[in-house]
């Protein structure tokens, strides 16, 4: 198994992405600490570049590349946002971009992803596996694999956020991250043990693809299959080898959240604090209006992942 990446790689990766990612803001609204009698931080990732967290880990990546790689392009697979972010940092950098992307693909991530440049790969993501189709095309063509989560550098990248919200806030007493492979929530870990280590880690998946909480529970990576869920960027099957061990040693534990608390937190988000945000990116904050009565009187962080939504879904979803 590769070497999973340490707090030291999510500062190095601080370095590579300073001037290319946006420092992005952290919010409050004393409706929700009033509402959740607590005192709760936002890290507004759609306010990233392509508009979401994934970014930070595709830049860190690519920045690593050698001559020869970035020669040859780069391929991943995506659902959206970790599409968009290769694709978009492979134009600032000068790489070639194949995405292998499902044909139910959000459109507007499809679109944003064609119009950064890259060349996009179709599949169905009920009867293909993308990561045997990835793989294939990176040996065929000399591509360089840069998978959606499971990736030192990603993780290193994506764990940036956090550190950006710590060195912004101060220590907290409960962090929550939203959960799909496993990407942002073991980089977050990496760095809320280093800059608060009291602080207790929470994932957040969707209740219809609970394979993380499984598989803390089981101390094994639990596969299932492609979860029906509105939050499109945690339809993911498995966590990662790399992501799984930093999340089984470093995470307190798993919540789930359903469509329908999703959608809540979606009208929370649009109303009071005046920001646009995709259902996956609701998963933290949903969990932690539930969970409002165990958090009274603490500073809780919560990772809002991205706001990549297509805005007529959005539209329906809200009313």
Same mark, same amino acid.
């Given at each position: 198994?590769?070497?999973?990446?340490?707090?030291?790689?999510?500062?190095?990766?601080?370095?590579?992405?300073?001037?290319?990612?946006?420092?992005?803001?952290?919010?409050?609204?004393?409706?929700?600490?009033?509402?959740?009698?607590?005192?709760?931080?936002?890290?507004?990732?759609?306010?990233?570049?392509?508009?979401?967290?994934?970014?930070?880990?595709?830049?860190?990546?690519?920045?690593?590349?050698?001559?020869?790689?970035?020669?040859? @392009?780069?391929?991943?697979?995506?659902?959206?946002?970790? /599409?968009? %972010?290769?694709?978009? $940092?492979? =134009? #600032?950098? &000068? !790489?070639?971009?194949?995405?292998?992307?499902?044909?139910?693909?959000?459109?507007?991530?499809?679109?944003?992803?064609?119009?950064?440049?890259?060349?996009?790969?179709?599949?169905?993501?009920?009867?293909?596996?993308?990561?045997?189709?990835?793989?294939?095309?990176?040996?065929?063509?000399?591509?360089?694999?840069?998978?959606?989560?499971?990736?030192?550098?990603?993780?290193?990248?994506?764990?940036?956020?956090?550190?950006?919200?710590?060195?912004?806030?101060?220590?907290?007493?409960?962090?929550?991250?939203?959960?799909?492979? @496993?990407?942002?929530?073991?980089?977050?870990?990496?760095? /809320?043990? %280093?800059?608060?280590? $009291?602080? =207790? #880690?929470? &994932? !957040?998946?969707?209740?219809?693809?609970?394979?993380?909480?499984?598989?803390?529970?089981?101390?094994?990576?639990?596969?299932?299959?492609?979860?029906?869920?509105?939050?499109?960027?945690?339809?993911?099957?498995?966590?990662?080898?790399?992501?799984?061990?930093?999340?089984?040693?470093?995470?307190?534990?798993?919540?789930?959240?359903?469509?329908?608390?999703?959608?809540?937190?979606?009208?929370?988000?649009?109303?009071?604090?005046?920001?646009?945000?995709?259902?996956?990116?609701?998963?933290?904050?949903?969990?932690?209006?539930?969970?409002?009565?165990?958090?009274?009187?603490?500073?809780?962080?919560?990772?809002?992942?991205?706001?990549?939504?297509?805005?007529?879904?959005?539209?329906?979803?809200?009313?």
């Amino acid at each position: 198994m590769p070497t999973p990446p340490t707090y030291t790689d999510v500062q190095a990766a601080a370095e590579r992405i300073r001037g290319h990612a946006n420092r992005t803001p952290v919010l409050t609204s004393r409706r929700v600490n009033s509402e959740l009698a607590a005192s709760v931080f936002f890290k507004c990732e759609n306010f990233q570049r392509m508009g979401a967290f994934k970014f930070r880990g595709a830049f860190n990546a690519l920045s690593r590349f050698d001559e020869e790689q970035r020669r040859n @392009g780069v391929i991943t697979y995506s659902s959206g946002n970790h /599409a968009q %972010a290769i694709a978009l $940092s492979a =134009r #600032i950098l &000068g !790489v070639p971009a194949t995405i292998v992307m499902p044909h139910d693909a959000p459109a507007s991530k499809v679109a944003a992803t064609r119009g950064y440049g890259a060349t996009i790969v179709v599949y169905d993501r009920y009867t293909e596996n993308r990561e045997e189709i990835g793989q294939t095309l990176a040996a065929e063509h000399g591509m360089t694999l840069v998978p959606p989560y499971d990736h030192a550098d990603v993780i290193a990248g994506q764990g940036t956020a956090t550190k950006e919200l710590f060195e912004e806030v101060g220590e907290l007493d409960a962090l929550y991250v939203c959960l799909g492979g @496993g990407g942002l929530l073991s980089g977050a870990a990496l760095a /809320a043990r %280093a800059l608060s280590p $009291s602080c =207790r #880690i929470y &994932g !957040v998946e969707p209740k219809a693809g609970d394979d993380g909480l499984q598989s803390l529970r089981t101390g094994s990576i639990v596969h299932i299959d492609t979860p029906a869920t509105i939050a499109d960027g945690a339809q993911t099957q498995h966590l990662g080898t790399l992501t799984f061990e930093i999340i089984r040693r470093e995470v307190d534990d798993i919540h789930t959240a359903t469509d329908e608390e999703l959608v809540e937190a979606m009208r929370v988000f649009a109303a009071t604090l005046k920001i646009v945000v995709e259902p996956t990116g609701c998963l933290a904050f949903a969990a932690v209006r539930r969970l409002a009565a165990e958090l009274s009187g603490q500073r809780v962080g919560v990772i809002v992942s991205g706001g990549n939504v297509d805005l007529a879904r959005y539209a329906s979803l809200l009313a």
